[in-house]
């Protein structure tokens, strides 16, 4: 069965069904944080796959928005890095425990090249294990600013990212780019094991492993590893500079940043390979992360589970999967006019897919990924799927 709303911000009858409750809560919590943040747009969609049926609704958004509409899923893009990892783990191609200087099994070359380009701090102590779960202490050259004292030409900028788009907007990037910046300017959060610290630039790592590994590049392992067998037909992986569209249908992406409302729907996803360039749907993440958490995803319950397992100092942060509590096992996703949460519930077998069309820059650490969250637990208890606060 599927229940779908598509009267905007519409109310309910007077005796609301399931699908009514949940446009009415999806209402309710879009209007309240638009009310106290002050967006000028853009709009909060919600998913959910439930054993008494499936449901969409929407605000803010235009009435052809449903949940095949695609957009960017940003860091929801690591849950698919981590099962390709994990997946050549199972077939015994690496060793999550491996250091990343060690050799490839039966390859005899390492895990990331022998060059100054990979001369990051730490280089030697690092394992794969702990470039997924965010505890090898790599600089996050992406979302970090680089520090004033960094011995670079871009020392004390934003991130590199936007240094380099700043000139260049087409500016085709690649994984060993940023960690390079690492290598040069000898960036780090400390010791390997030692913090918890989350980093792109770490699954920039992760990407190089794969592509060195398996021989194909990210995109070509994904989409044949775990996009196509897993009937993701909606997905895509963008790698180049110039492929800065969203395929059709999709939902235009916004940015509000210091009072200006941008439409930044074409971005170069180059800038975020393995941990964030993968766009799908609501319906396809669904799919995806449901049957992830449950071993029907290409991966068996001995990888799952150490996927799930929390890896210290983290208090909720897995191998590429974020433990949410009420709300199951997922990740979320923020950057380039979208913010999105996913989580699959393996007791309720309740699947909860939400996101934003606009990423409201300043507030989305502190306020919007919250929002995602109390969306969720919100949604699931109009349909009768009530989870604890």
């Known amino acids: 069965m599927f229940f779908v709303l598509l009267a905007g911000c519409s109310g309910g009858s007077s005796e609301p069904s399931p699908a009514e409750k949940l446009q009415a809560s999806v209402n309710a919590d879009w209007t309240q944080y638009v009310q ?8 909060m969609a919600v998913y959910l796959e439930t054993p008494g049926g499936n449901y ?13 509409t695609r957009f960017r899923i940003e860091s929801n893009t690591k849950t698919f890095t981590a099962a390709a990892i994990m997946f050549l783990n199972q077939q015994g191609m690496l060793n999550i425990n491996d250091l990343i200087v060690s050799d490839i099994p039966g390859q005899g070359v390492p895990y990331i090249p022998a060059t100054t380009q990979y001369n990051i ?24 600013p680089i520090p004033s004292t960094a ?14 788009l700043a000139t260049d907007p087409y500016h085709q990037f690649s994984p060993d780019e940023f960690v390079g910046v690492d290598a040069t300017c000898s960036l780090t959060y400390g010791p390997p094991g030692s913090v918890y610290h989350y980093s792109n630039t770490g699954y920039s790592l992760l990407a190089i492993i794969i592509q060195r590994v398996s ?7 994904v989409m044949q590893n775990l996009v196509t067998p897993n009937g993701l037909a909606s997905t895509s992986v963008p790698m ?3 492929d800065q569209a969203i395929p059709p ?53 001995a990888s799952i589970a150490a996927m ?39 007791v309720a077998d309740v699947t909860t897919i939400v996101y934003c069309n606009v990423e409201d820059y300043a507030n989305v650490p502190t306020y919007e990924l919250t929002l995602l969250v109390n969306a969720s637990k919100d949604a699931r208890a109009a349909v009768g799927y009530h989870v604890s606060q």
């Not at 106290?36 to 709009?43: D, I, K």
């Not at 969409?56 to 095949?68: E, K, L, P």
């Not at 701090?121 to 970090?144: C, E, M, W």
């Not at 011995?151 to 380099?164: H, M």
């Open 121 to 144: 701090p730490y280089k030697g102590s690092i394992t794969i294990r702990q470039l997924l779960s965010h505890t090898a202490g790599v600089f996050d050259a992406t979302n970090d």
């Open 56 to 68: 969409f609704a929407s605000c803010g958004m235009a009435a052809w928005v449903d949940q095949n």
């Open 240 to 242: 180049l500079a110039t």
């Open 308 to 346: 799930e397992t929390i890896t210290p100092p983290s208090k909720s942060y897995g191998l590429g999967i974020v433990n949410m509590g009420s709300l199951g096992y997922g990740h979320n996703g923020a950057g380039n006019g979208y913010v999105s949460n996913m989580a699959y519930d393996p």
């Open 36 to 43: 106290a943040h002050g967006l000028p747009g853009g709009g």
């Open 215 to 221: 021989g194909l590049s990210y995109d070509q392992f």
């Open 151 to 164: 011995p670079c030409v871009y020392a004390g900028v934003q991130d590199y990212t936007q240094y380099v």
């Open 249 to 301: 249908p999709f939902n235009p992406g916004y940015l509000w940043n210091n009072g200006a409302f941008t439409d930044v729907t074409q971005s170069n996803m180059s800038a975020e390979i393995a941990e964030g360039n993968i766009i799908s749907t609501p319906a396809d993440l669904a799919r995806w992360v449901r049957r992830l958490i449950r071993g029907e995803a290409g991966l068996n319950s």
